[in-house]
T-cell receptor
Framework: QKEVEQNSGPLSVPEGAIASLNCTYSDRGSQSFFWYRQYSGKSPELIMS??SNGDKEDGRFTAQLNKASQYVSLLIRDSQPSDSATYLC?????????????WGAGTKLIIKP | DAGITQSPRHKVTETGTPVTLRCHQTENHRYMYWYRQDPGHGLRLIHY???????DKGEVSDGYSVSRSKTEDFLLTLESATSSQTSVYFCANGQNSNQPQHFGDGTRLSIL
């Protein structure tokens, strides 16, 4: 079982709709959760970080964390073609002394005009 | 702006040759990381550093070494490159272990 799992996609969403991206993790002690966006041929770019249960909103983006169910999600409202990218979920796990990030393989999102 | 510069951006080399990739940060961040990214595997940590001359292995460290003699520079060396090390390499930094990581633009390395 992978420690951080994401559906690889592609997830196709019409322009203007809500895109919902999900990530599950296996370590119940995980403390910090991050969403990155990566355009093809580019480096990962931080979108959201979330540390406590509930929702965190930033513009069109909302991160949702449910530690009891061990999942974190990213909602993108009013999806735009420029949102088409691969979205990476990263979880900070206490499995080692330096609390390294565990990465999901990413979900490819396609926004169709 | 993460202020990370990676060099070179692209490199093609032959099997068995040594290769060094450089990561330079303009901030004074304590943590620096080297990742490789391959299709189907996502980002995998090679080595990281938590201070000058303080480094540790990641999940795919075999065949790689690192050095950090100054806060701003983190070098990744492939002592004898193999074709399996063809990949895109990303450097990242972070203020501390609990803060998000920010990435450089990457180095595309091809080993023939």
């Amino acid at each position: 079982q992978k420690e951080v799992e994401q559906n690889s996609g592609p997830l196709s969403v019409p322009e203007g709709a809500i895109a919902s991206l999900n990530c599950t993790y296996s370590d119940r002690g995980s403390q910090s959760f991050f969403w990155y966006r990566q355009y093809s041929g580019k480096s990962p770019e931080l979108i959201m970080s979330i540390y406590s249960n509930g929702d965190k909103e930033d513009g069109r983006f909302t991160a949702q964390l449910n530690k009891a169910s061990q999942y974190v999600s990213l909602l993108i409202r009013d999806s735009q073609p420029s949102d088409s990218a691969t979205y990476l979920c990263a979880v900070r796990s206490p499995r080692d002394s330096n609390y390294q990030l565990i990465w999901g393989a990413g979900t490819k999102l396609i926004i169709k005009p | 702006d993460a202020g990370i510069t990676q060099s070179p951006r692209h490199k093609v080399t032959e099997t068995g040759t040594p290769v060094t990739l450089r990561c330079h940060q303009t901030e004074n961040h304590r943590y620096m990381y080297w990742y490789r990214q391959d299709p189907g595997h996502g980002l995998r940590l090679i080595h990281y550093s938590y201070g000058v001359k303080d480094t540790d292995k990641g999940e795919v460290s075999d065949g790689y070494s690192v050095s950090r003699s100054k806060t701003e520079d983190f070098l990744l060396t492939l002592e004898s490159a193999t074709s399996s090390q063809t990949s895109v390499y990303f450097c990242a930094n972070g203020q501390n272990s609990n803060q998000p990581q920010h990435f450089g633009d990457g180095t595309r390395l091809s080993i023939l």
